[in-house]
């Protein structure tokens, strides 16, 4: 695939099913709402979706911007398989615009080199058991724009008893947000704010759509997490925090977990500060006066921000700091082994071993 030119030759340039054609002669891609409206040869906001042959393709099906081996914890998921390894990787482009993006040199690549790593759906999952990787996440930049080969490698996967993580912005509309959620058995969506003005003027999309998302999530059989990054100044305060958490607590339910993130300054928002440890305490105080059971402080050391406690005893029952277990007290099918109370999740076994490594690799190693 050339960088700037569409054909369906290219190994990599597969056909798409979600567009339309529209009275001018424009074809309109129905995969998130952008709807980006297309003329012969051009490419949508994503990049990697485009026009060619008068229908819409994706244009990086089977390669990948790299592969590592990380904590399911760094997803972040608290309460899917605890303490296991899972392969992550990602594609390039994205159908967001943050601003503050802080995998900008992926999601906004325009440059081949950066799908360096050819990676069949078959070889990925081979990759993944050979590994002992227990799921694999489609992470790095949003597999909405991607979904035909997430699928893919998902069922390729799910095959060889290996689970799919989804990490996404849950911008997507409801036709292929349905098909793409039943290849898939775990998310973490990323609720950026709990402002319009805040998602149409820093990241150029819409909030009802992440919250249908979110709505959508809750009654499938999927498991999925919120993330929420504090960036100080913009999504920070008492009454946002305070709006999104009562708005979880009564549209999605007390037992989604949420992870209040740290920033650090990147791309276009470099002179926005840090994010205090202080404000990710502050917003989890917040939340869990508002009845959030289950409220995690992210990308800082705060044991007492990262632990689970059981609802039935009010005991610690897995004690993390950043991505380490130092202990866990659940049964191999998640019920507290003090009271019995089962915790809201996906357990499956005694906890993983793994803890923080983060170990890059190379396909046919
Ligand atoms: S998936 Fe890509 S091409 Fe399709 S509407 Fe969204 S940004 Fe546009």
Request: aromatic content about 10%; charged content about 25%.
């Amino acid at each position: 695939m050339a960088a700037d030119t569409l054909s369906l030759s290219d190994p990599y340039t597969v056909a798409t099913s979600y567009w339309h054609r529209l009275d001018d002669g424009r074809i309109q891609c129905d995969v998130c709402p952008r709807a980006c409206k297309l003329r012969e040869g051009q490419r949508g906001l994503c990049f990697v979706r485009g026009r060619v042959d008068d229908q819409v393709v994706l244009a990086s099906y089977g390669r990948s911007s790299g592969f590592c081996i990380d904590p399911i914890e760094k997803k972040p998921l608290n309460h899917f398989l605890p303490g296991s390894s899972v392969l992550s990787f990602g594609t390039a482009g994205c159908n967001l615009a943050c601003r503050f993006c802080q995998n900008w040199d992926i999601s906004k690549s325009r440059e081949i080199d950066t799908l360096s790593s050819a990676a069949s759906p078959s070889i990925l999952a081979e990759t993944a058991e050979r590994l002992g990787c227990r799921s694999i996440a489609f992470t790095y930049n949003d597999p909405v724009i991607f979904m035909e080969y997430a699928m893919d490698v998902a069922d390729a996967c799910r095959e060889r008893g290996i689970k799919a993580v989804a990490v996404s912005a849950g911008y997507m509309k409801p036709a292929p947000r349905a098909e793409f959620y039943r290849h898939m058995d775990a998310a973490n969506i990323d609720l950026k704010a709990f402002t319009e003005s805040f998602y149409q003027k820093i990241t150029f999309s819409k909030l009802p759509v992440v919250l249908e998302t979110l709505e959508y999530l809750r009654d499938t059989d999927v498991w999925f997490e919120i993330t929420t990054l504090l960036i100080p100044g913009h999504n920070d305060s008492d009454a946002e925090i305070t709006d999104e958490c009562e708005w979880l607590v009564s549209h999605v339910g007390p037992d989604v977990p949420l992870h209040f993130t740290a920033f650090h300054p990147d791309f276009k928002m470099r002179d926005v500060p840090h994010t205090p440890p202080e404000t990710l305490s502050r917003a989890r105080r917040i939340a869990r006066e508002h009845g959030l059971r289950y409220v995690y402080t992210g990308n800082v050391h705060d044991p007492a921000g990262q632990t689970t406690t059981c609802p039935g005893c009010d005991r610690p029952v897995i004690v993390r700091d950043w991505y380490v277990i130092s202990d866990y007290r659940l049964t191999d099918d998640g019920r507290c082994d003090h009271c019995g109370t089962s915790l809201p999740g996906r357990y499956d076994g005694p906890v993983g071993s793994w803890g923080a490594r983060r170990v890059p690799v190379r396909l046919g190693m």
